[in-house]
């Protein structure tokens, strides 16, 4: 079967990293390529946990730099959120430091270069503020017609996490949210509606620990922390980004509808809102993303644990 390319933008923290892990390890892709991004933490420790991650796993993804900082938005280069993923976004969990070098491209041009390279087929799963994403649609015109879907982890139908109606990924760069929603390219939205029930358990913790293989012991240290933050009164062990790829690969995990989507960049109180008209009860624009409004928590947990654990096969 050949394999889905993909292009994985991030700014990994925890769960960003689980969703690398499946990625890595999920017999549909070929992950072509990492970009990093200003978002949980500070680009400089997104990006040396994404190349940190691949060469512990003895896996040779490019690994590039991206923005450090949104187009308009409210997450700078010193802020983030240490407090849900720790100062330097893995939890306090050290990785060995790499020894290879990231990629001499920037995220921009990685992005563009890999698309060329895969001839239309590739898929991007953008999991962090979509800053990197909107820079190269604004740098290559012909980006957009060479990307055949975006999965992203965003947005949220009803709700927020970082203001009561938007989504932190989103709300970190909401001009690039627009950017990005609005580029015409078939693209799937996971927001909060679905994220905020794939939540992980210490059963789920316990089969990958039983594995014993890197991949499942790292993914088990990032839930335990999880848990502890859980239990200090934190946001519990949500695998917001690990479904944006469940999305791509696990479709029968979730339920979605077509929507108008867009993002509000500008406004007191509504900078980085993802719009959206799902349900169609009150029509507001042409359908261009699908949306996901429901979750089977049990097929996707299953889903990850088993597909995590298919590293015991390269072990
Ligand atoms: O709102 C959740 C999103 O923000 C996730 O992608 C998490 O990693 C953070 O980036
Ligand atoms: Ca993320």
């Given at each position: 079967m050949n394999k889905r390319p993909f292009l994985i933008d991030c700014d990994t923290g925890t769960d960003d990293a689980i969703a690398i892990l499946?990625?890595?390890?999920?017999?549909?892709?070929?992950?072509?390529?990492?970009?990093?991004?200003n978002g949980n933490v500070a680009e400089r420790y997104t990006s040396q946990n994404n190349l940190n991650l691949v060469e512990y796993l003895g896996k040779s993804v490019p690994v590039?730099?991206?923005?450090?900082?949104?187009?308009?938005?409210?997450?700078?280069?010193?802020?983030?959120?240490p407090d849900t993923h720790g100062k330097t976004g893995l939890g306090g969990i050290q990785l060995p430091t790499a020894q290879r070098s990231f990629d001499p491209r920037v995220a921009d041009q990685l992005i563009y270069e890999t698309a060329v390279e895969c001839k239309g087929e590739l898929e991007l799963l953008v999991v962090g503020p979509m800053t990197n994403i909107a820079i190269a649609l604004c740098n290559h015109g012909d980006l957009a017609g060479l990307i055949k879907h975006i999965w992203f982890m965003g947005g949220a139908c009803q709700g927020g996490n970082v203001l009561p109606t938007a989504e932190f990924n989103i709300w970190a760069d909401a001009l690039a949210g627009h950017i990005v929603t609005q580029s015409g390219i078939p693209m799937t939205m996971v927001g909060l509606d679905v994220t905020l029930k794939a939540v992980m358990t210490e059963e789920d913790i316990?089969?990958?620990?039983?594995?014993?293989?890197k991949a499942c012991t790292l993914a088990a240290d990032?839930?335990?922390?999880?848990?502890?933050?859980?239990?200090?009164?934190?946001?519990?062990?949500?695998?917001?980004?690990?479904?944006?790829?469940?999305?791509?690969?696990?479709?029968?995990?979730l339920t979605c509808v077509d929507a108008f989507v867009d993002v509000e960049y500008s406004g007191t109180y509504t900078m980085g809102h993802t719009f959206?008209?799902?349900?169609?009860?009150?029509?507001?624009?042409?359908?261009?993303?699908?949306?996901?409004?429901?979750?089977?928590?049990?097929?996707?947990?299953?889903?990850?644990?088993?597909?995590?654990?298919?590293s015991k096969a390269e072990e």
């Open positions: 499946a990625a890595l390890y999920s017999p549909q892709i070929d992950v072509k390529a990492i970009t990093s991004v590039a730099h991206g923005a450090v900082r949104p187009l308009l938005g409210g997450v700078l280069d010193t802020e983030g959120a316990a089969q990958l620990r039983g594995v014993g293989t990032l839930l335990d922390f999880m848990v502890r933050r859980r239990d200090a009164g934190g946001e519990d062990l949500v695998m917001h980004d690990a479904l944006a790829l469940g999305a791509a690969l696990c479709p029968e995990c959206s008209d799902a349900g169609r009860r009150y029509p507001a624009g042409k359908p261009n993303a699908s949306v996901a409004l429901d979750i089977d928590v049990p097929m996707f947990r299953k889903w990850l644990v088993e597909t995590i654990s298919r």
